[in-house]
C-alpha cells in the first residue's frame, strides 16, 4: 500500500506526540488506525476521520464536540433498535392470506403465512 506525503507526515506528527499505532485497520481504507492517547479515540490517518467503535467512543466524540462528519461509525445497531414492521403491513398480508385460502391457493397463503411469522417474530 502507498502512503501519500500527507499521510505520511500525519503519522509521523502523531507518532512523535507518543500516540501507537494499532493493530486495528481504517474499515473505509484498510489504512492502520492510530489511538490518540488524549483523547482515548482511534484515527485514520488517511480518511482524517475518527473510527468509532463502540457507544463510549461516540459519546466521546460527541463530548469533544465532533460532528458525524468527522467520524467513522462502525457500531453495531443494538438489538433494540431493530426497526419494527409496520403493524399495517402485517394486516395486509393475513388479509391476503384470507384471499388466498378462499381461491384455494393454499401453497401461496402457506407461504405468505410463512411470511407474517418471520415478520411478526423480528
Ligand atoms: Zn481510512
Redesign the pocket.
Same mark, same amino acid.
Given at each position: 500500500m502507498s502512503i501519500d506525503k500527507e499521510t505520511k507526515e500525519i503519522i509521523e506528527k502523531l507518532l512523535l506526540r507518543g500516540n501507537t499505532l494499532l493493530g486495528e485497520? =481504517?474499515?473505509? =481504507?484498510?489504512?492502520p488506525?492510530i489511538y490518540i492517547k488524549d483523547i482515548g479515540l482511534k484515527f =485514520?490517518?488517511? =480518511?482524517?476521520?475518527y473510527?468509532i467503535t463502540s457507544e463510549a467512543d461516540l459519546e466521546k466524540a460527541r463530548s469533544l464536540g465532533m460532528k458525524e462528519d468527522d467520524m467513522?461509525l462502525t457500531i453495531e445497531k443494538k438489538e433494540s433498535k431493530r426497526r419494527e414492521p409496520p403493524k399495517d403491513a402485517i394486516g395486509e398480508l393475513i388479509y391476503e392470506i384470507l384471499k388466498l385460502v378462499r381461491q384455494g391457493k393454499y401453497d401461496e397463503a402457506l407461504i405468505v403465512a410463512q411470511i407474517v411469522k418471520i415478520l411478526s417474530s423480528i
Open positions: 485497520t =481504517c474499515p473505509v =481504507c484498510g489504512f488506525l =485514520c490517518p488517511k =480518511c482524517k476521520k473510527v467513522i
